[in-house]
């Protein structure tokens, strides 16, 4: 006990233990955060049904979808080509569902389908210019995002299109052990990226070359296969994030049913993922999606003024990259 | 025999890229374009709008009102282009721009102030915006690129407090100052005087970037920091001009065009004004506009005056699609494209190192 005590006073009285407490916290502080959060909106929103089931499936539903674009984001950030086009990606793949599913009457089966194939290609696209032409991967999906929104724009006179088919909404919502498909299938990514990234070849890969690509090069990884399908994968989640908003919101979303670039990047860095790729694991990037889940359904909840919710966002995003930084830098510190 | 043909293709072999930099360094007119795409591009523009459009293209108005929507973003355009080649690409400069235009909407419409207390004080808050800006770049090190969008989300979401406290539902404050749009429309010569004022901020930066001190730092600092810090380069102050440059060229930028449509929010002011299709555009267009111009996206290579005919050719796209009376579709589209055609050109040129 007393040499506990010890140990515990040589961590705040020495520079090399508050370092390292330091450190501990700045890897940990968002276990705390999320308690804290889930305390003070029950609180504010007890009346409101917050602990109720059908809350806790909204977050849950909030969460899934996030957790497909976060996902994506992820890998790309991992193999250090920031994929920024998720707006227009998942804009476009909303409006040819709407236009194939709902206008030309298909089934759900071939409609996802063809919206998974012309994924794959706009992720191929991406993998073109990053790839072959060699254009930094956050520019070049920035510009492709202007392509697809005006590829998009063509369909159905750039007018908004309803999907109430109830078929897709079906297979969406289909509750199996009271949770809604969507959520299960957004388990099973984490579940399947997990195993990517820590189990298999193409994980450990991925993790070389972002933290230095010509070392992997030289080492024989094939760093443009790699790539490529990172970027490939990272377009078909940012679609399936598409296709489940869309059912949700009942509607084609042209601007972003997964919102713009710096709503996305947040929970990645504030999980960790270093922006220069070849740092980051999953495990954490859940714990920042619970964080930013939990914080938007208390917003909802609490019907809070869309002014506040930018603000609340802006100063969280900007508090995550700081941390995210230091820590890393307090990292690096450490092991030279 | 086997072995020494082996060992010949060997020492012999040219790799893909030096045999592309071999054939274009030999053909004058693969490297002028390559060098000069924004020339080429441009002239390719106005010969297309020439024949399609004739005499409708160069009436005094079209030329006018082109020169008008390039100084909207001009006034920005050197502040821009300078960061950029100081090694710091910014994402942030709409919401910051907003930001600022909405600060002198506060106090000049709600409050009542004059309005140069007005603009003064939204400077003010671009110093600020700023100075936390080059805090998140230099004490915690975050890469300019990232710090300009968390810096921008917080910007936004400080600009829409203010405009839903105390704006329309619209997220929109009225902003009318007739003097101020006086000078939008008059000016020596019958050019606009902001166009003036573009002009003034180019010739003042471009001789700073080419003649003084300072701007040979700026161009060390972009190609290499530690090495510009190891021969005695204050890169930090360096970094601070141009950081603080941005903010405060942002928010100019944004109060001229919000005096131009009468009214500050924080819709995206600057797209709004070079292309119609605002929302559609994820870059902000003076990223585009340096880009497209030559300017490395990795900084510390670049001339000024190119971005200005990079600028030229996206308000003349504009106004001639415009008058084309074409589609929105095709606009972003050919928006889109012009950007793809900008990154790629601008990594061609760095792979082969032709510059």
Known sequence: ?336 | MTSSSFLVTEVGAETRSARWRRIIMGNPILLFILKNGIVVVLLVELLYFSFTLGDRFYRPQALRLMLLNASMIGVLMPFYATAQIGGNVDLGTVPVGALGAVVAGLFFTIVGFPLPVAILLAVLMAILIGGLYSWVVLKVRAPAVIASLAVGSLAQGIGRVITQTWGSTYFQIEFRTPVLRELLERGPLNIPLTVWLMFAIYLVYSVMLSHTKLGAHIYAVGTNPSVARLVGIRVSAVTIFCLMGITIGSVLASILLCARVTYVGDTGAFSAASASAAGALAVPITLIGTTISGVQLRGGRGSLWKTLLGLLFFSILTVGMGLLNMPAQWRVIAYGLAIVLAVVLDSIRSQLQID
């Open chain 1, 1 to 336: 006990m007393r040499t506990h005590l010890l140990k515990l006073k040589e961590l705040f009285q020495t520079p090399a233990g508050r370092r390292t407490l330091l450190e501990f916290v700045l890897g940990n502080y968002l276990y705390p955060s999320i308690a804290i959060l889930v305390i003070v909106y029950g609180a504010l929103a007890w009346d409101k049904n917050y602990f109720s089931y059908q809350n806790f499936r909204n977050l849950m539903m909030s969460l899934a979808l996030s957790t497909l674009t976060a996902g994506a984001l992820m890998i790309t950030t991992l193999v250090g080509q920031i994929d920024a086009s998720t707006r227009g990606v998942s804009g476009l793949i909303s409006v040819i569902l709407g236009v194939l599913f709902q206008l030309n009457g298909w089934p759900v089966l071939p409609s996802l389908i063809v919206v998974v194939i012309i994924a794959t290609l706009m992720g191929l696209a991406t993998s073109v210019m990053v790839v072959d032409l060699k254009v930094n991967g956050l520019i070049a999906t920035l510009a492709l995002v202007s392509v697809y929104i005006g590829i998009a724009m063509f369909f159905h006179n750039n007018q908004m299109i309803a999907v109430n088919r109830p078929q897709l909404q079906d297979v969406i919502y289909h509750d199996i052990l009271g949770l809604p498909a969507t959520v299960w299938f957004a388990i099973a990514t984490l579940v399947v990226l997990y195993v990517i990234l820590n189990h298999t070849r193409l994980g450990a890969h991925i993790y070389a070359i972002g933290a230095n690509p010509y070392a992997a090069t030289v080492s024989g990884v094939p760093v443009k296969r790699v790539t490529r399908t990172t970027l490939v994968i990272s377009a078909v989640l940012v679609a399936v994030a598409g296709v489940f908003s869309t059912a949700r919101a009942g509607l084609t979303l042209l601007y972003g049913s997964t919102g713009g670039i710096n709503w996305n990047l947040g929970p990645v860095i504030l999980g960790g993922v270093s922006i220069f790729g070849g740092v980051g694991r999953i495990e954490n990037i859940l714990l920042a999606l619970i964080f930013g889940a939990v914080q938007d359904n208390g917003m909802n909840i609490l019907d809070m003024r869309t002014a506040e919710r930018y603000l609340i966002s802006g100063v969280t995003f900007l508090g995550a990259l700081i941390i995210n930084v230091t820590y890393l830098r307090m990292r690096k510190l450490l092991r030279d």
